[in-house]
């Protein structure tokens, strides 16, 4: 291709006045002047639009714009890629693609020549919108307007009226359903009903079914929770409530149920997973007015059985303990029953069968008294002790059983079990009515 001549056509057209000879190189810079469709890829024909023709199957770049006439390198390039199916792209300085349109497809990419959807944008240096970046994103919907806002749509083609299908994403400079000056407002929703939507507020706040969100997830209507509903750190209260809230918002775990109408008809649980006896680390459920349940109740009881008998006259009994934990404090007790069968021989003789707890006499004394005035009276006669045992804080127990001489007796000949026969000890933590 001949170089460009860079003559003006006024002076081209002086070589070729009246009276002046034109020389070689004049006929060459006026045929220079020209466009060619060759030399140049310009084509046009009557009554057609004038076109570019790329000059090489090879060749992407069909045109270039150069800041001024002496700069080396274009600024900005456009290109055709492909042969039969073509995309037309526009690269930078670099060559880098700015923006390219797919031909087969409409697809539209930003910074890439595969579009996979309509609009595809490939950032090599991603970028982040925050609170402290401020909004620097991969795609910026800015709005005149304050505190009006931007907008998303999502709808079947050719239809859009209120009775239409159609979602839309929305953000409002200023909630105009809060007094918050500074309150924002993003939805999401799905245009059946006005309140069919997502909002989040920038306080963290989401709200379902509500444009206005008071908690950090604020549910209009029903809720349902298919699996696990966990209470994480720090206090965290559940109330399904109507007046009581009775409880210190800053109570660990907690749940209350409640419909108050003349008075608190409540079901509150409270306490963490804590065992220990305070107050501010056990469990408690709390039920006042009636409980009436339409099913199975399952109680704790600690219970040790056996067979064994055992001839001692004085001591412990080493067959017959229970280890018990008591969860409560002083505030409960522990209800004991020991079931057995008791023997004492011998002319006016007496002996005692006594529950111990770590060795300790139970307060008040769990006691079962037998005497006999007969030497000839060989009596096995089963027997159950029931017992409270107060006073005692939350831990771990040994209940056990001592036999003994009832004092102001002679020795007795003692026997304990018989045949055979089962023994039972049990104990229940339980609280009296005072």
């Avoid at 055709?80 to 349109?101: C, D, H, R, W, Y």
Wanted: proline share 4%.
């Amino acid at each position: 291709m001949p170089n460009p001549t860079t003559k003006s056509r006024q002076e081209l057209r002086s070589r070729f006045v009246r009276n002046a000879i034109p020389t070689e190189a004049d006929f060459a810079d006026l045929i220079a002047a020209s466009l060619n469709l060759a030399d140049d890829g310009l084509r046009k024909l009557p009554n057609e639009p004038l076109s570019l023709v790329r000059q090489k199957a090879d060749q992407a770049t069909v045109l270039r714009f150069f800041a001024d006439p002496a700069a080396e390198g274009s600024v900005w390039q456009m290109n055709l890629v492909g042969t039969q199916e073509t995309g037309l792209g526009f690269a930078n300085q670099t060559g880098m693609s700015i923006l390219f349109l797919d031909g087969p497809t409409g697809n539209v990419g930003i910074g890439t020549q595969t579009p996979y959807g309509k609009l595809t944008i490939s950032e090599m240096v991603g970028t982040k919108a925050s609170a402290t970046l401020g909004a620097r994103a991969s795609l910026v919907i800015d709005h005149e307007d304050s505190p009006g806002g931007g907008s998303i749509l999502f709808r079947r083609k050719g239809s859009l009226n209120v009775s239409g299908d159609y979602a839309y994403m929305e953000y409002w400079g200023k909630n105009p359903h809060v007094s918050n000056a500074d309150a924002g407002l993003l939805t999401i929703g799905i245009q059946n009903d006005a309140d069919d939507h997502i909002a989040l507020m920038p306080s963290g706040n989401v709200g379902i079914n509500t444009l206005a969100p008071a908690y950090k997830l604020h549910v209009n209507g029903t809720a349902g929770v298919s699996g696990q509903v966990d209470l994480v750190t720090g206090s965290n209260p559940i109330r399904f409530s109507g007046v009581y809230s009775g409880f210190p918002d800053n109570a660990l775990n907690t749940a209350e149920i409640c419909n108050s109408t003349a008075g608190d008809k409540r079901l509150i649980i409270a306490g963490n997973k804590s065992a220990g006896g305070s107050v501010s680390s056990r469990r408690i459920v709390g039920i006042y007015d009636d409980l009436i349940v339409n099913g199975v109740v399952v109680r704790k009881v600690w219970a040790a059985t056996g067979y064994a008998n055992d001839e001692k006259n004085e001591g412990q009994l080493l067959d017959r303990i229970l280890n018990v934990t008591k969860l409560l404090g002083a505030e409960s007790v522990l209800r004991i029953t020991y079931f057995d069968n008791f023997r004492v021989m011998g002319d006016m003789v007496g002996a005692r069968w006594e529950i111990r707890i770590n060795g300790q006499n139970a307060t008040p004394a769990i006691v079962l008294d037998r005497y006999e005035k007969s030497t000839s009276n060989n009596s096995h006669i089963s027997g159950t002790l029931v017992g409270y045992a107060k006073n005692l804080k939350a831990g771990t127990y040994e209940i056990q059983v001592w036999v003994g001489t009832i004092p102001g007796t002679n020795a007795p000949d003692v026997f304990t079990g018989w045949a055979g026969q089962t023994w039972t000890l049990e104990a229940e933590e339980v609280r009296l009515n005072s």
